[in-house]
């Protein structure tokens, strides 16, 4: 069974870059069978796609982020990275990886908030 | 802004039926697959339905899903307390860019 798990800062400046690992334990990050996410949700908000990262590198962002948003793997640790850059108060959010073309597995979700 | 809107709320009593419906348009649902998603009230959204009326294992079959040209259903049947939660539809979308969209989400209250 694929899990899971968040890790990075859980405050971030406005203007610096918000990065965010996910490391993933039961199954291998290099496997084909598996897309690499990152999903948010605003406090109090629905869900939104931030892109996904498949095992051959190919990356897909959603467009409204795309400027600001890098996602990589680093099959060495089995884990996968996500960095915001610029980001505001409207990057407040609890922050997902996901793996699974329909997201079928999450991680418990880490909340980063934005504020100097 | 999402582009899958679902009803922002929906109740009934134990033990009855309700229905969430998501609309999209042909560019999302109309050509891919759609999942559903349950959010109990702090925790992590958890695949419910996949490919439209798939279920993971371990999902009851009181939940169950379909999809017509550019909308799609969930069905939940047998209410019990414990699925008051937010359920989330999500498909790709393919109209500038491939994209994953959610819906707006649904409130579901056991009365």
């Known amino acids: 069974q694929l899990q899971l798990q968040e890790s990075g800062p859980g405050l971030v400046k406005p203007s610096e870059t918000l990065s965010l690992t996910c490391t993933v334990s039961?199954?291998?990050?290099?496997?084909?069978?598996?897309?690499w996410g990152w999903i948010r949700q605003p406090p109090g908000k629905g869900l939104e796609w931030i892109g996904s990262?498949?095992?051959?590198?190919?990356?897909y962002y959603n467009p409204s982020l795309k400027s600001r948003v890098t996602i990589s793997v680093d099959t060495s640790k089995n884990q996968f990275s996500l960095k915001l850059s610029s980001v505001t108060a409207a990057d407040t959010a609890v922050y997902y990886c996901?793996?699974?073309?329909?997201?079928?597995?999450w991680g418990q979700g880490t909340l980063v908030t934005v504020s100097s | 802004q999402s582009v899958l809107t679902q009803p922002p709320s929906v109740s009934a009593a134990p033990g009855q039926k309700v229905t969430i419906s998501c609309s999209g348009s042909s560019s999302n649902i109309g050509n891919n697959y759609v999942s559903w998603y349950q959010q109990l009230p702090g925790t992590a959204p958890k695949l419910l339905i996949y490919?439209?009326?798939k279920r993971p294992s371990g999902i009851p079959d009181r939940f169950s899903g379909s999809k017509s040209g550019t909308s799609a259903t969930l069905g939940i049947t047998g209410l019990q307390t414990g699925d008051e939660a937010d359920y989330y539809c999500?498909?790709?979308?393919?109209?500038?860019?491939?994209?994953?969209?959610f819906g707006t989400g649904t409130k579901v209250t056991v009365l």
């Open positions: 039961g199954g291998s990050i290099s496997s084909s069978s598996y897309y």
């Open positions: 996901c793996a699974g073309a329909a997201a079928e597995y």
């Open positions: 990262i498949y095992y051959s590198g190919s990356t």
């Open positions: 999500g498909t790709w979308d393919s109209s500038l860019s491939a994209l994953f969209v």
């Open positions: 490919d439209n009326n």
